[in-house]
């Protein structure tokens, strides 16, 4: 049996090593639609490797050249590829785009039939109770923590868990105070130490915002109560989450540190299929260290665990000024301190109301993009 897989952010991190995945299955997998932005020559590439896939680009004028290059259409804008989304035909829909942007295709997908294969953690911060209401029996986990904790608690009792554990490998920056932290460059803070992803999410992680969006994305998840979510440090990122049940048992989950592990699982699940990569090897691998995070340095787990539990519209603001703090310092015009700071400020500002649309959450998305651009220029 093959899974038809229609992949939303073919060209970045996570969507190419899906598309690894798949030319590892030929038998298995089948790609049925194919969506980016503007990684032009990346997505004609991907595209000729699938000729039968559909085509979709969010940037119209990126579309159109890749439509010239290809000769055959190529769905221009973001409505085409929350279409895409939607349509009939696909078993799993991988949305791996990055940001707020991906909130609507989870939910277009949601109102279909296919399985969320959810890398875009963004759209359950942004959307939660109203993504979640729509079949949280069907998003599976992309991002390696969940994927652990959702396999950990497969054949578990709901009632059952006391505690998740979510790992953080603590990011470049481990260890740094505050003051050692001004003044880093982009290159600095893009250099993490155990994964290669896309710039966005490498930042998260140098910030801990990373480990704050996970937090508020396992809440949703698995229906945990914030209290007894922790996160703890785990520099070799081996342990990828553990669950501590009632009865004291811990579950834990151990593997690589290869994204391509937890996409295939969410292909192949409740099946498994052959490792695609080398696995653990526990006679060489040492020791396993855990700790506590420090709070003071990375203000940005704080924030956000106060965000998720003021709930209704203030992780989806948390979240748009985190992307524009991120994106200011990537573009060289905010230090890396400002982030949290940044993002902090805008919080200040918003009193949440429970979001009764996609409309409303665009709404206040909009305004605190606003906000955090004032922030930054010092307006
Ligand atoms: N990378 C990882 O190892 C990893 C691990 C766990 C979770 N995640 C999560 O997975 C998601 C993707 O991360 P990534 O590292 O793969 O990011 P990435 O490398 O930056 O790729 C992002 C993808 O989304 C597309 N895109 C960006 N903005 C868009 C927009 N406004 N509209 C439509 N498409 C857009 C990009 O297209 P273009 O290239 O054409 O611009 C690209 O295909 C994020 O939510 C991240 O937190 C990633």
Not at 140 to 149: G, R
Not at 227 to 246: A, K, L, N, Y
Not at 308 to 318: L, Q, S
């Amino acid at each position: 049996m093959t899974v038809a897989v229609t992949l939303l952010g073919s060209t970045g991190s996570i969507g190419r090593q899906t598309l690894d995945v798949a030319r590892r299955y030929p038998d298995r997998v089948t790609i049925v639609a194919l969506a980016a932005r503007g990684s032009v020559d990346r997505f004609v590439e991907q595209a000729r490797e699938h000729p039968h896939a559909r085509r979709a680009l969010a940037d119209p004028e990126a579309a159109r050249r890749a439509q010239a290059v290809l000769g055959r259409p190529v769905l221009a804008g973001s409505a085409a590829l929350v279409d895409l989304a939607r349509e009939p035909g696909a078993d799993v829909v991988v949305n791996a785009l990055v940001g707020a942007a991906g909130l609507r295709a989870s939910i277009a997908t949601l109102e279909g039939t296919a399985r969320l294969a959810l890398a875009n953690k963004e759209s359950l911060v942004v959307g939660g109770t109203l993504l979640t209401g729509l079949g949280l029996d069907r998003i599976v986990p992309v991002d390696s923590e969940h994927s652990a904790i959702h396999q950990c608690l497969t054949g578990e009792p709901a009632h059952g868990v006391s505690r998740i554990w979510l790992t953080a490998s603590g990011g470049p920056f481990r260890g740094r105070t505050s003051a050692e932290l001004t003044g880093v460059t982009v290159a600095e803070a893009l250099a993490h130490p155990r994964w290669t992803m896309g710039p966005k999410i490498t930042i998260d992680s140098a910030t801990l915002m990373n480990k704050g969006l996970e937090v508020i994305e396992a809440h949703y998840l698995f229906g945990t109560e914030y209290d007894r979510i922790t996160v703890v440090v785990h520099p070799q990122s081996c342990v990828h989450s553990m669950v501590e049940f009632t009865d004291g048992s811990v579950k834990a989950h151990l593997g690589a540190t290869d994204m391509r592990i937890p996409i295939q699982y969410a292909l192949s699940m409740p099946g498994r299929w052959e490792c695609p990569v080398e696995p653990v090897d526990f006679l060489t691998i040492g020791r396993l260290d855990f700790e506590p995070p420090d709070p003071e340095t990375f203000r940005a787990l704080g924030l956000a665990y106060a965000a998720g539990r003021a709930g209704g519209t203030m992780p989806a603001v948390m979240n748009a000024a985190n992307e524009v703090a991120v994106a200011a310092f990537l573009a060289g015009t905010t230090p890396f301190l400002s982030i949290a700071e940044t993002v902090s400020r805008v919080m200040d500002l918003h009193t949440p109301v429970e979001p009764g649309s996609v409309e409303e959450l665009e709404a206040v998305d909009a305004w605190a993009r606003r906000e955090a651009s004032a922030v930054i220029s010092g307006d």
